[in-house]
């Protein structure tokens, strides 16, 4: 039985890198299906928890144009109406790391097509944010929010996800270091860190690198990683040797573990953090992992990381 078709909400993200330019094809496909989605569209945050809530009492499912965090604010709008509608992702922004991970094709116009043909509902886990916001990826603070904050404007138009290593780069020369409070599940890590990640999905660009050793999209936990990288050579050496190379062995300079709940706070009120590749003011976070509360629709037998 076919998963898109009948009412459609379609929520656009004119803003991301692809959605803009891929609206008009992807509505050409839709049609040619016999689709005619109901059209939001986000211009602000927030936008596509509005834009879901709006969508889901007169639809059937729900499919995003733009990047990750334009797929969870929907989530979190789903969510706080407490519907189950089923949520498409068609791939339109810098990292679209959720789209990666669930074997999506990366052309919004391919992915809609595979979804009309022979898309099927999958469930993953998700995670929530101090008991609201909807998170796919994790929360980070220190360098990997400082990196996203760099790849904007023309770089991020000019090179896309290369962007990130760039800018990634250029922020571990000299990385700004910080005292950190996690707590998971009841154990207390404390020590300065460049970086430290609460996240649902460790695995980046389809598995090609891994944030934190294990992780995965349906194993019902949260995964922490505590990073102190004092210059850039730090920040390579993880990089390859543990991130791409996945090599073990104890790291005074690496702190990782894994539980249900996580927390993680600085008394620092420069760092910067993010949530899915957004960023965001607060110094303090607590997340919780939903096992397999995330419906997705995606093409038929795909591998899930």
């Not at 890198?17 to 094809?25: D, K, S, T, V």
């Not at 709940?261 to 706070?265: D, L, P, Q, V, W």
């Not at 629709?297 to 990381?305: D, E, K, L, Q």
């Given at each position: 039985?076919?998963?898109?078709?009948?009412r459609?909400?379609l929520?656009?993200?004119?803003?991301s890198?692809?959605?803009?330019?891929?609206?008009?094809?992807v509505?050409?496909?839709l049609a040619?299906a016999?689709?005619?989605p109901?059209v939001?569209?986000?211009?602000?945050?927030?936008?596509?928890?509005?834009?879901?809530?709006?969508?889901?009492?007169?639809?059937d499912c729900i499919?995003?144009?733009?990047?990750?965090?334009?797929?969870?604010?929907?989530?979190?709008?789903?969510?706080e109406?407490?519907?189950?509608?089923?949520?498409?992702?068609l791939?339109?922004g810098?990292g679209?790391?959720?789209?990666r991970?669930?074997s999506?094709?990366?052309?919004?116009?391919r992915a809609?097509?595979?979804?009309?043909a022979?898309?099927?509902?999958?469930?993953?886990?998700?995670?929530v944010l101090?008991?609201?916001?909807?998170?796919?990826?994790g929360?980070g603070?220190?360098l990997?929010?400082?990196m996203?904050a760099?790849?904007?404007g023309?770089?991020?138009q000019v090179?896309?996800v290369g962007?990130y290593v760039?800018?990634a780069?250029?922020?571990a020369?000299r990385p700004h270091?910080?005292?950190?409070?996690?707590?998971?599940?009841?154990?207390?890590?404390?020590?300065?860190?460049s970086?430290?990640?609460?996240?649902?999905?460790?695995?980046?660009?389809?598995?090609?690198m891994?944030?934190v050793?294990?992780?995965s999209?349906?194993?019902?936990?949260?995964d922490?990683a505590?990073?102190?990288?004092?210059?850039?050579?730090?920040?390579?050496?993880?990089?390859?040797?543990?991130?791409?190379?996945?090599?073990?062995g104890d790291?005074?300079?690496?702190?990782?573990?894994?539980?249900e709940?996580?927390?993680?706070?600085t008394?620092?009120p420069?760092?910067?953090?993010?949530?899915?590749?957004?960023l965001?003011?607060p110094?303090?976070f607590?997340?919780?992992?939903?096992p397999?509360?995330?419906?997705l629709?995606?093409?038929?037998?795909?591998?899930?990381?």
């Open positions: 039985m076919a998963v898109v078709e009948g459609v909400g929520i656009v993200n004119p803003a890198r692809a959605g803009a330019r891929a609206e008009a094809p509505l050409a496909v040619a016999g689709i005619r109901t939001e569209h986000t211009r602000e945050t927030g936008d596509g928890v509005r834009a879901a809530r709006d969508l889901a009492p007169t639809h499919l995003v144009l733009g990047g990750d965090g334009t797929l969870m604010e929907a989530a979190t709008g789903l969510a109406l407490k519907a189950d509608l089923p949520l498409g992702i791939p339109g810098t679209n790391q959720i789209a991970a669930i999506m094709p990366m052309s919004a116009v809609v097509r595979r979804l009309i022979d898309g099927e509902v999958r469930t993953i886990d998700c995670g101090n008991d609201r916001r909807r998170v796919g990826i929360v603070m220190g990997d929010a400082a996203i760099g790849a904007r023309r770089l991020k090179l896309g962007s760039v800018s780069l250029s922020h020369w270091r910080f005292p950190v409070r996690a707590t998971v599940d009841g154990r207390v890590f404390e020590r300065d860190c970086v430290v990640l609460a996240v649902n999905l460790g695995y980046m660009f389809r598995g090609l891994q944030a050793p294990g992780s999209l349906t194993d019902g936990r949260i922490l505590m990073l102190e990288t004092r210059h850039l050579y730090d920040f390579v050496h993880w990089s390859i040797t543990r991130a791409m190379l996945r090599l073990s790291d005074p300079r690496w702190t990782y573990a894994s539980g709940h996580i927390t993680i706070e008394p620092d420069t760092v910067q953090a993010q949530v899915d590749g957004d965001i003011t110094t303090r607590a997340l919780q992992v939903l397999r509360a995330l419906r629709i995606v093409p038929h037998g795909v591998s899930i990381i």
